[in-house]
């Protein structure tokens, strides 16, 4: 067995570099709840960026798998397969009306990128209008409608149609959408961008022009989905019926996995127009099935709900000079300071609570939704400590 020294040198050695690496060597997880390799034990608010909604090593969602994964691992999308057939019927149920169909792919870019190829097709038109500070992934298409100009600077020229508003503007977007757009693409609360809540009567205009000039109206709920924010899908606070919702990260438990849900403003799609080798795969679509499972039957969303208003209110009640605002939905959750984060954020996982950026100043806290109320409570505490009081 590699010691932890020896894994950081391996992975210092060998990892591209694209990532900014914090000093922990993680081994285990349960609930919310990781344990590095010295034995050191972390309330974890990162979720692995998202993802561990049900809690890490969720028996649920590992039986699934170990039981799946002796039957049949890959079976592609060309031919039929009971988990995936399982699945359809699920998401179907908790979607948010008319999104009853469904394409699977392995990652939230490749659900943005599916998105945008339909939107194009379903129209016949290019335009795409996306929001500032908007966030949706890194692959080509989904880099072009992300606002961020450090992660698009160096891989220009990027697809070209994309055009971007300020989010929380109707004006603005009324303007921009027009005869030629082919869609509007936002996040229901500006994830990555700040962890900046959508206005309901923004988010219900921004559809009603798509509706109105003819042009798809698609959520980006990648990060929102599976009760992040106090929802089963984050649409749901404001009534929204999108043409296509992308979602991935937490839909299954863990293993890799995306999806577009189409609605029947985008019409039939002929075969062969989009295609993925790995998506539905049936050990991600048995995941995907026994975490939704999970998450229903231990009501997750209401249970995110509940303890973003305890979480926030606590941090609320953190008396700091250096915070700026505490804002969030659920359990998607930040602390904007006066200034950089990242030392702040270092100091807390030093004191055992692992926590994210988003933009420069901003701590977001995205807990997995099983978290218990005394980590909850933990949390704030150690927040408080970290930030000067004076
Ligand atoms: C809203 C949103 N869309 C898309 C993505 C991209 O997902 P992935 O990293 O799985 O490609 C993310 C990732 O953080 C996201 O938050």
């Not at 009324?174 to 609360?189: G, S, W």
Request: with cysteine.
């Amino acid at each position: 067995m590699l010691n932890p020294d020896e894994i950081k040198a391996l992975e210092n050695e060998h990892e591209s570099g694209v990532y900014g690496k914090i000093d922990i060597v993680l081994v285990r997880g349960e609930g919310a709840r990781l344990w590095d390799a010295d034995g050191k034990m972390y309330i974890d608010c990162m979720s692995g960026h998202g993802v561990a909604n049900i809690g890490h090593a969720n028996p649920a969602v590992t039986q699934a798998i170990a039981q799946q994964a002796q039957q049949l691992i890959t079976c592609h999308s060309a031919l039929y397969n009971e988990q995936r057939a399982l699945l359809m019927q699920k998401l179907a149920q908790i979607a948010p009306p008319g999104l009853d169909r469904f394409f699977f792919c392995n990652s939230g870019a490749e659900a943005v990128e599916g998105a945008l190829k339909f939107a194009r097709l379903a129209t016949g038109r290019t335009k795409i209008i996306a929001t500032m500070r908007g966030f949706h992934g890194r692959t080509f298409g989904a880099l072009s409608a992300t606002w961020n100009k450090e992660y698009r600077q160096l891989f220009e020229p990027l697809v070209p149609g994309f055009e971007f508003v300020p989010y929380n503007k109707l004006e603005r977007m009324e303007k921009a959408v027009d005869d030629e757009t082919a869609a509007v693409i936002v996040e229901v609360v500006q994830g990555e961008g700040g962890v900046n809540p959508g206005d309901g009567d923004y988010l219900r205009g921004v559809q009603a022009l798509c509706q109105e000039r003819g042009a798809l109206f698609i959520a980006d709920e990648v990060q929102t989905g599976f009760g992040r924010t106090g929802k089963m899908f984050a649409c749901e606070h404001h009534d929204l019926r999108p043409d296509l919702m992308t979602v991935a990260k937490s839909i299954a438990g863990g293993v890799p996995m995306g999806a577009i849900l189409i609605g029947p403003r985008v019409g039939e799609l002929p075969p062969r127009v989009h295609n993925n080798t790995f998506g539905a795969n049936p050990l991600c679509c048995a995941a995907a099935v026994a975490a939704i499972d999970f998450m229903l039957e231990n009501n997750l969303p209401q249970r995110s709900a509940e303890l973003g208003v305890r979480m926030i209110d606590g941090l609320k009640a953190i008396e700091s000079p250096l915070i700026r605002e505490v804002r969030g939905l659920g359990l998607m959750i930040a602390v904007e300071l006066k200034q950089s984060s990242a030392p702040y954020l270092a100091e807390l996982a030093e004191k055992g609570v692992l926590a994210l950026t988003a933009g420069r100043n901003v701590m977001r806290f995205l807990p997995p939704l099983v978290i218990e109320e005394e980590d909850v409570n933990t949390v704030v505490e150690k927040v408080a400590e970290v930030l000067p009081a004076d």
